[in-house]
């Protein structure tokens, strides 16, 4: 399986904290994605960023990728209580007819 | 618009029973698929379809049945359900690069 990485699998920080989590994958990918789903739910796409950027920002959300390294980061910043959930990226690779492949995901928890 | 609307949302099947997981979305994409998840796993991919009439298999189609005759549906078909299914199940259509998940449908093979 390409199955990606993440890590850790969980993160318990204060509010206000910068929260970081990042993805590793194995084989070269065309974009890599990140979803968010809160316990009980689905997952919601979060952010997008391709093979040829190396960083993207939307909102208090920030993303860089590291081809070199086959691997991502998610940070969040001046975490909010809202902000619990768990993290998965997911990657597209060219050889494997564009479908995404999906990491465990990591739990994160804001307490207040 | 709904989006990807899945039923039911809780299920509990006796094991051999047969069941379908419905699926419908109203943003007219072409692409839809089913995933399973699984604790400590990510999400894993049991079929999928590039449009209406056409199917094919993920990572892990068996035990599972799915057709596509028009583009709003997508149904997933347990044939004879066994433990090894208890999973939570989870449609979603595909729009260029995103992905559009449903709720979930918790489903208990006993």
């Known amino acids: 399986s390409q199955q990606g990485e993440e890590d850790p699998q969980a993160l318990s920080i204060q509010e206000g904290e910068n929260a970081t989590m990042n993805c590793s994958y194995k084989t070269s990918i065309n974009n890599l994605q990140w979803y968010r789903q809160n316990s009980g739910r689905g997952l919601v796409h979060l952010i997008l960023i391709r093979s040829n950027e190396r960083e993207k920002h939307s909102g208090r959300l920030r993303v860089t990728l590291d081809t070199s390294k086959k691997s991502s980061s998610l940070l969040i910043t001046a975490s909010r209580a809202a902000d619990t959930a768990s993290y998965f990226c997911a990657t597209v690779h060219m050889d494997s007819n564009y479908q995404l492949i999906w990491g465990a995901g990591t739990k994160l928890i804001i307490k207040p | 618009n709904a989006g990807v609307t899945q039923t039911p949302k809780f299920q509990v099947l006796k094991t051999g029973q047969s069941m379908t997981l419905q699926c419908a979305q109203d943003m007219n994409h072409e692409y839809m698929s089913w995933y399973r998840q699984d604790p400590g796993m990510g999400l894993r991919l049991i079929h999928y379809?590039?449009?209406?009439?056409?199917?094919d298999q993920g990572e892990v189609p068996n035990g599972y049945n799915v057709s596509r005759s028009t583009t709003e549906d997508f149904p997933l078909r347990l044939l004879s359900a066994a433990p090894s299914q208890t999973s939570v199940y989870f449609c979603?259509?595909?729009?260029?690069?995103?992905?559009?998940f449903g709720e979930g449908s918790w489903l208990t093979v006993v």
């Open positions: 379809s590039v449009g209406a009439g056409i199917t």
């Open positions: 979603a259509s595909r729009f260029g690069n995103t992905i559009y």
